[in-house]
């Protein structure tokens, strides 16, 4: 079993299954699933003009950041990752299932952290804010992104590239992580079985974290693994009917304004705040936090 | 929770598994000591690999963009600065020819025209070859792969006695 776990892979072997599992679900899984959430929202008549509209909205705040995505990837994963993998790296690790699966595990973990300290920093918020802004619940939800979406993961990555894990393969496991997210994002699926509810992240533990019932707010963070929310104390189960969306709600389906809510609710904050200290810790302090001496 | 527990948590994670990583890599690498040996007398003896370079009449576009000048930053215990490499294709294989050193002030020397890279197979994204590094001034020739970044970077790494590297290939 260890021989087998330590065996060194070839590279080529491993980008190919990571294209089946990244790149082909879409046509496999997230595409058909999509299609019978269609079939089902016809069939409770909920198939409305909103329900579509916002679907287009979610397609094309994705679109937007995924162009923001590839200009930051050229410049600073190439460059900043492997710089870092080749100047200030712990040894550098083997290509093997104990590499691949131990990168899947860090990539999870930090996709825990960097989701919590989008809901509780403003800056992070104010892009994160897109995400959750949606009143449905369904696939195409889950490609509905902010503009800053994209930095955080920088942020909390570079860290896992510096403990000797290549660049690549860590950005490869990064995907990984947020496709099995993506697949949560439906209102099909029930409750799943015990162990499976103890140790995974499922659809019904994702509801709650897109839930502005008072109790949701700001848990489940995760990513695969709901032992992180667990071990971090942020672990709420499903129990009363969840209503999807965010406190204060933005019932618009303009893509423009979808994609820029958080931004420019952060910037109304900004003018609304006096003294330059208050001001910057606007960005770091959590959303719904004022300075009390006002 | 308390921010210290969360964070005393977090990085018991974190060494717990980057611990067993590296615990399998470096055990498997000491495993691998003997099967590099053998390898490497191997591919010392046949160093002189066919010299057909008279046939120009295998070109192919989706991998002949590898030819051309590229260069290497390192920053080791005995050199810091960059070396230059002009890759040609010979018969069947590439092979990269050193030309240049730079030292980190910019100051340039001519270089020997060494054959330090033998590209046997590639298929455009990425490719096996044999490698020559020098360690206490001894030649070692050791495999190594090769993975296209974009179509002027490519990483090349190798894994000797457990001494693994990958270097980042700029094109020129
Ligand atoms: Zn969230
Ligand atoms: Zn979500």
Redesign the interface.
Same mark, same amino acid.
């Given at each position: 079993m260890i021989e087998f776990l330590s065996k060194k892979l070839d590279w080529i072997d491993v980008e190919y299954w990571f294209y089946i599992l990244n790149d082909l679900s879409l046509v496999y899984i997230i595409v058909p699933f999509f299609i019978l959430e269609l079939v089902r929202y016809a069939y409770l008549k909920k198939l409305n003009k909103n329900l579509i509209l916002d679907s287009v909205a979610n397609l094309i705040t994705f679109g937007a950041f995924f162009l923001i995505e590839i200009i930051l990837g050229l410049l600073a994963i190439t460059k900043a990752y492997f710089w870092i993998y080749n100047n200030i790296s712990l040894p550098h690790l083997e290509l093997n299932w104990i590499t691949i699966i131990t990168c899947i595990l860090l990539a999870d973990f930090a996709y825990y952290w960097e989701h919590r300290m989008m809901h509780r920093i403003g800056i992070g918020w104010a892009t994160h804010t897109v995400h959750h802004s949606s009143p449905h619940f369904n696939m195409s939800v889950a490609y509905r992104f902010g503009p800053l979406d994209a930095i955080m993961p920088i942020l909390f990555s570079l860290p896992i590239v510096m403990l000797g894990y290549d660049p690549i393969l860590v950005l490869l496991s990064e995907v990984f992580v947020q496709v099995f997210q993506t697949l949560l994002h439906t209102e099909i699926i029930g409750k799943l079985i015990k162990p499976v509810e103890y140790i995974f992240n499922t659809p019904s533990h994702h509801r709650v974290h897109h839930g502005s019932n008072r109790q949701y707010w700001d848990k489940n963070y995760a990513g695969i693994l709901i032992i992180w929310d667990r071990m971090f104390s942020t672990f709420e189960p499903e129990v009363e009917k969840v209503r999807y969306g965010i406190s204060e709600p933005l019932n618009s389906n303009n893509p423009i304004k979808v994609f820029f809510h958080g931004i420019s609710r952060l910037i109304r904050k900004l003018k609304k705040v006096n003294g330059f200290k208050n001001k910057l810790l606007v960005f770091i302090k959590p959303p719904d936090w004022m300075p009390t001496n006002k | 929770?308390k921010d210290s527990t969360?964070l005393f948590?977090?990085l018991a994670?974190?060494v717990f598994?980057?611990g067993?990583?590296?615990l399998?890599?470096y055990?498997?690498?000491k495993d691998d000591i003997n099967y590099n040996y053998q390898e490497s007398i191997d591919s010392n003896q046949k160093s002189v690999f066919p010299e057909d370079g008279k046939s120009k009449s295998n070109n192919n576009p989706e991998t002949d963009y590898i030819i051309g000048k590229w260069k290497v930053n390192y920053?080791i215990e005995d050199f810091n600065g960059s070396v230059f490499y002009n890759i040609k294709k010979e018969g069947k294989y590439f092979n990269a020819y050193t030309y240049q050193y730079q030292d980190k002030n910019g100051n340039t020397e001519k270089a020997e025209g060494l054959k330090t890279l033998i590209i046997k197979s590639f298929d455009g994204? &990425?490719g096996k070859g044999v490698y020559t590094i020098e360690y206490e001034q001894q030649q070692y020739q050791v495999d190594c &792969?090769i993975?296209m970044?974009?179509e002027n970077?490519f990483?090349l790494?190798y894994?000797y006695y457990g001494y693994?590297?990958?270097?980042?290939w700029k094109r020129q």
């Open positions: - | 929770m969360l948590r977090s994670t974190i598994i980057v067993i990583a590296h399998a890599s055990a498997s690498q920053n994204y &990425q &792969q993975d970044v974009d970077t990483k790494s894994d693994s590297d990958v270097e980042s």
